[in-house]
């Protein structure tokens, strides 16, 4: 499972994020995790490190959430990441804490290394501003999670991914979408995203990459050249269409579970001193710039593939096997807010 943590080598005076994250669900209920971590420098600072864990039950009235920040900040040997007091992932297993919350997890990767952007080129240029890589697309994990008003949480041979982006700046909107444990296809797996940057007052058009992996084939999806995504998005799910080559279309309807979806502030590190993302108690500031972001990890996604002039089709689907995300700047979605923000 490959990935370099980019934060050591950061220069003082840029800005940057960088994250590594792992999401995994249960295959027998609709409960998810979701632990991250994640780096944030301003412009002439030192980068602070954080741990998030969310855990998702559509059973619960909203998911538990929490963060804890941290100036202890390292890429130690056989490890990506460790924040604060021994709270560490990488490519075999993650152990921490995060408050009240404590986990012990082995990852195996199912899926070699998801490269998105295309050329690789892309990944020295400028721009993209964000990278993104998937280290496993496809993972299992075995271990425990224990989370306040759940106990101790059995993940045996829980489906799931492991993924890490990093950069300077967020995409004006995004999508980032997910899917494992398909009913009758269970190494089937879709990793996308989307993304729309700001060019002056303007935004670009959906721009799409990923991969869909079925019957031991793996499909581009997106990309430079290929057609423009179709995308209808909202807090509450999303359908898209997503091209591929010759002649691939992929349709994808997700729907969060009403009451099921976590929402954090992102901050962009690039903002210097004139934006604090929190108000000094570790709330997220209302006048604070960047992102909310709506993240449900427990997603219903439906799939139908079609092949242009070939017959027939196929569909997928997984009853909470997905994962949907969507930053945006708009604050009026209807999902609260954790109190806490990026940074």
Partial sequence: MQAEPMFPGAPRASGMYESFYLR?????????????????????RAPTGSVWCTVFDAAAEGPFTHKTTSELLRAPAGSWIEVGAGATMGPQSAHGECGPARWSLRIAGIAPELRHLRPSLLYRAPVPRTKLTSPAPLARFDGVVEVPGRGA???????????????????????WLHGCDFEGAPQAWLDVALGRVRVGSRLTPWL???????????????????????????AGGAELEL??????????????PPGSAAGWRYVDPGNGDDVDPDDGEGEASPDAGGHDVVNCSIARLSLELSHRGAGGRRLLHSDHGGAYELGMTERDHGVPLAPFADG
């Fill in 24 to 44: 995994a669900v249960s295959p027998r209920e609709p409960v998810g995790i979701w632990i991250r971590h994640t780096v944030h420098k301003r412009p002439g």
């Fill in 153 to 175: 949480l059995d993940v045996t041979a829980w489906p799931g991914m492991v993924g890490h982006n990093w950069g300077a700046e967020h995409a004006a909107r995004w999508i």
């Fill in 208 to 234: 799409a990459n990923g991969m869909l992996s079925v019957g031991g084939a793996a499909h581009r999806l997106g990309g430079i050249g290929a057609p423009r995504p179709r995308v209808a998005e909202r």
């Fill in 243 to 256: 091209f591929g080559r010759r002649g691939l279309r992929v349709s994808a309807h997700a729907e969060v």
